[in-house]
């Protein structure tokens, strides 16, 4: 019968792709059904016009490196051609996931916006469509906080920051989470005079305390103004002059700057689904789902970031899998959140792999965990880079299990893959050491600390201490 499909997705952002692909390879009649015509969600919003940001302030500052040296490099200027390079480079990295695309793979696809009839039946631009299983991958989207004078169309979200057509002289960024932090550390870098209001005590709150405090000082060193605990009572938005007049818990004050850029996070895309016509359970942090993503109604699974949560792609990505295999199959599978892994897109970049070293504290105690530190400063690759500043943190059971790793420097993500793997694959941070790595390279970040962790692991070794204790020392 038309308009009956084995699954129906709403939303074509990061999980609803990978949702829609995984279940054409299974073989299934899927129907994709996306309100926006000109995006595929926050990946194109966000995540790559961040990372072309940073990217493109970082080779600033590796172009100063080569004026210290006496090799000048040209400058930008105001920007203009870097958000036209920024929105070409998004142009051409989503062609390739072009809805009609995905319509050369079978899925069919509808533009609109969808809503629950009933727990099988979805309804888009006045047609019905059902299927047997539904999956929600509506997303999330900025908060604006309600402030008086203020609201989404005078100042700027992460969403909209790529419409500017050139670097504004100075901004305030609104909350010191990651997107206010990357962006604080691009803006700073390009010469844009940038303070952060954040009404907490402290930024990055979900990052490991000593790699926080490393990426505040690397800022504030870069000339950002941090004002914590800081509430906003109201604001002034006008043409290239914005006055944010808030109170720092002491005093009343106020910043006035060229723009204001809203980070206050994002909440869960939930407006005009009509779940309840679904019977679909959620509170104000998403949609409830188990860790098979099934919703309260058991034909409906949900993923990404209308799940609340941690809010990343490759989280998105890979519930978009579990959900479908769930919802099409036989197999059962769970979400491991265990090993969540993300990357701040700061200059330069913070890496995160489980546990902090708080937090392993707070679970195993001060003296159930071993904590394995290397500063950049004695690797020679970043010595030869000029990139001595940042920090490898590896968090270990006593046994050398690895519980985190968290590294602020040159190359961060690609060390923390390493331990990923290992982590994932029960492999100790010692067994690191023996493995040979490229010299000079970033290898040195870890094997260093590893071999550390190897002699603990050795000098733990029962059987190993009673044998010394057996053979008697040679006299010399
Ligand atoms: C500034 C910033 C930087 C980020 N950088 C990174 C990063 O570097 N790495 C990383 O891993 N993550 C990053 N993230 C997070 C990442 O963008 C999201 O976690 C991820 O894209 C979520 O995927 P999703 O599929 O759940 O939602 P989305 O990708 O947002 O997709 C949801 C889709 O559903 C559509 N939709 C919504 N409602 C309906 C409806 N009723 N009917 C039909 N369609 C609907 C929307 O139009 C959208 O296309 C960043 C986020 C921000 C804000």
């Known amino acids: 019968m038309k308009n009956r499909y084995d699954l129906i997705i709403i939303g074509a952002g990061s999980a609803g792709i990978v949702a829609a692909v995984h279940a054409r390879g299974l073989r299934k009649k899927v129907l994709l059904i996306e309100k926006s015509k000109e995006t595929r969600g926050s990946k194109f919003l966000n995540d790559i016009p961040f990372g072309s940001l940073s990217y493109h302030s970082s080779l600033i500052l590796n172009s100063n490196k080569l004026e210290n040296i006496g090799i000048s490099a040209a400058k930008s200027s105001d920007g203009t051609k870097l958000f036209e390079h920024i929105n070409e480079q998004v142009k051409n990295l989503s062609s390739h996931l072009e809805l009609k695309n995905l319509e050369k793979m079978g899925v069919a696809v509808v533009s609109g916006e969808a809503s629950f009839i009933d727990s099988h039946t979805v309804k888009c631009a006045s047609k019905e469509y059902r299927a047997k299983k539904i999956i929600i991958a509506s997303g999330s989207r900025p908060i604006v906080p309600e402030i008086d004078g203020l609201d989404s169309k005078n100042v700027l979200t992460t969403e909209s920051l790529f419409n500017l057509k050139k670097l504004p002289g100075s901004v305030v960024i609104v909350g010191g989470g990651p997107a206010g932090i990357q962006a604080a550390s691009a803006f700073s870098i390009m010469g844009v005079k940038t303070v952060v209001l954040e009404k907490g005590e402290t930024i990055l709150a979900r990052e490991d305390d000593e790699i926080r405090a490393m990426v505040l000082d690397t800022l504030k060193k870069r000339g950002v103004t941090f004002v914590f605990k800081a509430i906003i009572e109201n604001a ?84 978009a899998s579990v959900a479908v295999v769930n919802a099409l199959s036989l197999i059962r599978k769970k979400m491991d959140y265990s090993s969540l892994i993300w990357g701040l897109q700061t200059t330069p970049m913070v890496a995160h792999m489980g546990m902090t070293g708080s937090e392993a504290q707070a679970r195993y105690g001060k003296f159930g965990i071993r904590i394995y530190k290397f500063p950049f ?28 790793a968290h590294v602020f420097g040159d190359n961060a993500d690609s060390i923390v893959h390493e331990l990923q793997i290992a982590k994932t694959n029960g492999i100790k941070f010692g067994k690191i050491s023996l493995s040979m790595h490229i010299f000079p390279s970033y290898g040195d970040v870890l094997t260093k600390p590893s071999l550390r962790s190897y002699i603990d692991q050795y000098s733990r070794n029962i059987l190993i201490n009673i044998v010394r204790a057996l053979i008697p020392h040679r006299r010399r």
């Open 236 to 319: 002034q938005i006008e043409k290239r002059r914005c006055t944010l007049n808030f109170s720092d818990g002491k005093k009343s004050r106020r910043v006035t700057a060229e723009r204001v850029l809203v980070c206050c996070g994002r909440k869960p895309a939930l407006d005009n689904l009509g779940l309840e016509s679904a019977g679909v359970e959620y509170d104000e942090n998403g949609i409830l789902v188990n860790r098979s993503l099934r919703t309260s109604v058991s034909n409906i699974y949900a993923c990404g970031d209308v799940t609340g949560g941690y809010m990343y792609t490759n989280k998105a990505e890979a519930q």
């Open 377 to 404: 400063k004695y690797s020679m690759h970043a010595a030869l880079r000029s990139e001595s500043g940042g920090l490898a943190k590896i968090i270990c059971r006593p046994s050398g299990r690895i519980l985190g």
